[in-house]
């Protein structure tokens, strides 16, 4: 129960199952049943949660999803203030990633209240490790913006990242995005697209972005995460000139003066930005010659 000494609370973030609720961790019962407050992305979806681990919540139960974050978030932390444990859970994985959770961290943060957390299931994580992609070094990147032009400009951005990259997205709009990863990335660059992970219908499709997104054509259905293999190190490898004219162009579409663009490209690539420039002026000069 609460602590009526006047002592903060403790905020608790607790992971949930992505697909299979045996992979539960252990200690969600406990904290579901001990909690003083339960605030859930969906209560409905923590109620069959809760039949399904054969336990009930004794605390007060509140819904804190993406369109109530902003306004429940003071209610949560006067709680905390006034000694409550609350427990925070979302449909699946860990709270406040790409999920509600990270406003009442950093609330919680501010007012020195102590923070913990349930380790649990992560769909980052399983994806990446089942991805057959280096995962040595990687970044999360979310879901990307709805709008073509916008997730084009989000994509450029990653052109020459390196590390393998994570995304997650709606089914319905797989098949644009992994396009769009192709046309940016190239349609050469592995990628592997994980569906319904931890599901009975779990299936990782491994394979080129060109061949992935002509797979997709079809329609893919469950929940998507996408990761993609990091641009190769190309001072290692070297890049044939139109390999760096399409860097330096990427570069320029996403915003960058072609100056900026042709010292990044060249930087990146470990060349002179002579060589670059060359290489850019000739693509110019080739496209404005005369059909034959």
């Known amino acids: 129960m609460a602590d009526v000494t006047g002592t903060t609370g403790t905020l608790v973030l607790a992971g949930?199952?992505?697909g299979d609720v045996a992979d539960a961790p252990p200690r969600l019962a406990a904290e579901l049943?001990?909690?003083?407050?339960?605030?859930?992305?969906d209560t409905r979806r923590l109620r069959r949660l809760t039949q399904a681990l054969g336990i009930h919540t004794s605390g007060r139960v509140v819904s804190y999803f993406e369109g109530n974050e902003s306004a429940r978030t003071p209610e949560l932390v006067e709680a905390l203030t006034?000694?409550?444990?609350?427990?925070?859970?979302t449909d699946a994985g860990m709270p406040s990633v790409s999920d509600p959770g990270y406003r009442l961290v950093a609330a919680a943060v501010e007012k020195d209240i102590r923070v913990t957390a349930v380790p649990g299931p992560s769909a980052v994580?399983?994806?990446?490790?089942?991805?057959?992609?280096?995962?040595d070094r990687f970044c999360f990147e979310g879901f990307l913006?709805?709008?073509?032009?916008?997730?084009l400009s989000k994509l450029r951005e990653n052109a020459d990242e390196r590390r393998t990259m994570v995304f997650f997205e709606a089914p319905h709009r797989l098949d644009d995005t992994l396009a769009a990863m192709a046309e940016v990335f190239g349609a050469e660059r592995r990628a592997a697209v994980c569906r319904e992970l931890t599901k009975t219908y779990e299936e990782v499709k491994r394979g080129p972005l060109g061949e992935l997104a002509v797979w997709a054509e079809e329609g893919v259905r469950g929940e998507i995460t996408v990761v993609v293999e990091g641009a190769t190190d190309s001072g290692d490898e070297g890049l044939d000139a139109e390999e760096l004219v399409r860097r330096v162009r990427v570069r320029e579409e996403a915003g960058e003066r072609r100056k900026e663009a042709i010292a990044a490209v060249a930087a990146a690539a470990g060349l002179p930005k002579r060589e670059v420039f060359d290489a850019v002026v000739a693509a110019k000069n080739a496209e404005k010659a005369?059909?034959?």
């Open 16 to 18: 949930t199952p992505i």
């Open 82 to 89: 006034g000694g409550a444990r609350v427990l925070l859970v």
């Open 125 to 135: 994580l399983t994806a990446l490790a089942l991805s057959g992609l280096p995962v």
């Open 290 to 292: 005369p059909k034959a």
């Open 33 to 41: 049943e001990r909690a003083d407050v339960v605030a859930a992305e």
């Open 145 to 151: 913006p709805r709008k073509a032009g916008e997730r």
